[in-house]
């Protein structure tokens, strides 16, 4: 069991290839409730995951665990802002500047490492975007920034943008991405990778090799192995919900059975073929994930160990009949 590492242009840290979420912590929970994160860190994690839009007491929570460990110039935090709200999209460089000095109030840091904003707006021209971001890089509050859920077109006219006018490009892309085809948006204007119909979008970012922090890589829970044809009616939290609506399709029941025999003849774990799979791929992914526990997180580092054979990897993904 070996922890992987990438690096970001623009930061100066080890960054694991295994990124883990804020979400499942517990921003409520005395000292022992920092446990999640202990953990996660002893495994090798380096890499954090958080958004204005997690809340407030997370963001206060996770920075006061970053400071009493004494862990800010060894770990990567990974912070996101301007998602939309009520009132629409918030991808402007004012929101920009909202929600990033928000954060960096919450946790008391200096600097964000990699700063990605949580949505975009395609009717904002990318211009005041791109130079809004480099005058907070400017300033040092953030090292490196990205976008979620843009578009593979539009990180390309952001990087053009860049290039023509002698700024900072961004440096990673964070999109949905799994084995699984998202047959359907969990909300409007999601971006995935995934599927047949994104080949154009993978094309790009392995010929551009732009870093990719792929979140949902285990489908939202469709290859926990707890999903089969016969029990869809019985989940009932929206989270297990969401994952039935978006995939829970027969080519996906498909790769699902394929991942289980897989797994059967190497003697791992449904979710761990899943995670090799996204991370056979011939892009730079860093896969994040939303482990519960310790436990979960070092099932997930096993991954990292597993070889798929491109017959495998074309096997799971419906293109073969056989894996060999």
């Known amino acids: 069991m070996t922890m992987l590492y990438g690096k970001i242009t623009g930061i100066d840290k080890p960054i694991s ?6 979400i499942p912590f517990n921003p409520h929970a005395s000292d022992s409730g920092f446990s999640l994160l202990d953990d996660t860190f002893a495994l090798g994690c380096t890499a954090y995951d958080t958004a204005v839009v997690y809340g407030p007491e997370r963001e206060k929570a996770f920075g006061r665990w970053v400071r009493e460990r004494g862990l800010r110039e060894k770990v990567v935090i990974l912070a996101k802002g301007v998602h ?48 809004a971001l480099n005058e907070h890089l400017r300033a040092g509050r953030i090292r490196a920034f990205g976008g979620s859920n843009w578009t593979h077109d539009r990180i390309r006219e952001a990087n ?17 991405f799994s084995l699984a085809e998202q047959v359907k948006e969990p909300w409007t204007n999601c971006v995935s990778i995934s599927g047949p119909q994104n080949e154009a979008a993978r094309a790009y970012y392995q010929q551009t090799q732009l870093p990719l922090f792929t979140w949902s890589s ?7 192995g707890r ?14 919900k969401l994952a039935v609506e978006c995939y829970a399709y027969e080519d996906n029941f498909k790769r699902l059975d394929r991942v289980q025999e897989l797994a059967e003849q190497k003697g791992k774990t449904v979710p761990q073929i899943a995670l090799a799979f996204v991370l056979a791929q011939p892009l730079d992914i860093f896969a994040l994930v939303g482990c ?13 160990d ?15 009949d056989t894996p060999v």
Not at 227 to 240: G, P
Not at 297 to 304: D, E, H, I, P, S
Not at 306 to 320: F, Q
């Open 306 to 320: 597993i070889k798929l054979t491109p017959g495998e990897i074309a096997y799971l993904d419906l293109h073969a």
């Open 160 to 176: 053009e943008y860049a290039s023509e006018h002698s700024l900072t490009p961004f440096a990673v892309s964070s999109p949905n």
């Open 84 to 131: 939309h709200d009520s009132s629409g999209p918030r991808v402007t460089p004012e929101g920009i500047s909202t929600d990033l000095n928000n954060t960096l109030a919450y946790m008391e840091i200096d600097y964000i490492d990699l700063y990605v904003l949580h949505r975009d707006n395609p009717a904002m021209p990318v211009g005041p975007i791109v130079e």
């Open 218 to 224: 285990l489908a939202g829970g469709f290859f926990s």
């Open 227 to 240: 999903l089969r044809r016969e029990n869809l009616a019985e989940f009932e939290s929206n989270l297990d």
């Open 292 to 304: 519960q526990n310790g436990s979960e997180f070092k099932a997930n580092v096993y991954a990292l």
């Open 17 to 22: 290839r295994l990124v883990q979420g804020t």
